[in-house]
């Protein structure tokens, strides 16, 4: 069925370094790819999306890139601050508007 | 940005009675609203897609007659928790699309702790 794969499960950086998140999908119908922030106890924030025709979106330290042949997207801040620790979920998203999460990747960043 | 309301934000509830969490769209007509499930340091598991004026549609696994979702307007959708059980707590969430607009807008989310 449908699934998405998201890696690591918990990431700690420096301040000031970059930070990665991959996931992988495996509908091939998905074309809307958003990546969500979440504080503990709250709701998901949107950061960043991407759809399905593009290759790369950039907003300020936080990027997304996107290889639709091999069903991989990624989550790339750089810069990172200590407000950037949360817990991030990535998502693909096909036609019918179903969002399959990721398993969530705990970033932690250090001062 | 679109603005979704959910509440309660934390219920306590006793095993054997029922829950209702309202989720509202605040400032724009959600034709379908969807209804997560998310355990400590989890993802969120889609339950159910809810279309306005007809029937919820329910992910594999999820009990219908356990989990009632009801869609009656365009801006309100209620997820019941019936015979709740310990099992049951966790954290519920619910999130509305707007048409023409792939992303989803989130609600607040609802603690249940059933004892």
């Known amino acids: 069925g449908e699934n998405v794969e998201q890696h690591p499960s918990t990431l700690s950086v420096q301040e000031g370094d970059s930070a990665v998140i991959k996931c992988t999908y495996s509908d091939s119908a998905s074309n809307y790819f958003p990546w969500y922030k979440q504080e503990l106890g709250k709701r998901p924030q949107l950061i960043i999306d991407?759809?399905?025709?593009?290759g790369e979106k950039k907003d300020q330290r936080i990027a997304v890139t996107l290889n639709k042949t091999a069903k991989h997207f990624s989550l790339h801040i750089t810069e990172t601050q200590p407000e950037d620790s949360a817990v991030y979920f990535c998502?693909?998203?096909?036609?019918?508007?179903?969002?399959?999460f990721g398993t969530g990747t705990r970033l932690k960043v250090l001062a | 940005g679109a603005v979704v309301s959910q509440h309660p934000s934390r219920v306590i509830c006793k095993s054997g009675t029922s829950v209702k969490i309202e989720c509202r769209s605040l400032?724009?007509?959600?034709?379908?609203m969807f209804w997560y499930r998310q355990f400590p340091k989890q993802s969120l598991m889609l339950m159910a897609t809810?279309?306005?004026?007809?029937?919820?549609?329910?992910e594999q696994g999820v009990e219908k007659d356990k989990f009632l979702i009801n869609h009656a307007s365009l801006t309100l959708s209620t997820l019941t928790v019936t015979s709740a059980h310990p099992e049951d707590s966790s954290f519920y969430i619910c999130?509305?699309?707007?048409?023409?607009?792939?992303?989803?807008?989130f609600g607040q989310g609802t603690r249940l702790t059933v004892v």
């Open positions: 809810s279309n306005e004026g007809s029937k919820a549609t329910y």
């Open positions: 999130s509305a699309r707007v048409t023409g607009y792939m992303g989803a807008f």
């Open positions: 400032d724009f007509q959600a034709t379908t």
């Open positions: 998502a693909a998203v096909p036609g019918t508007y179903k969002y399959i």
């Open positions: 991407i759809r399905s025709n593009v």
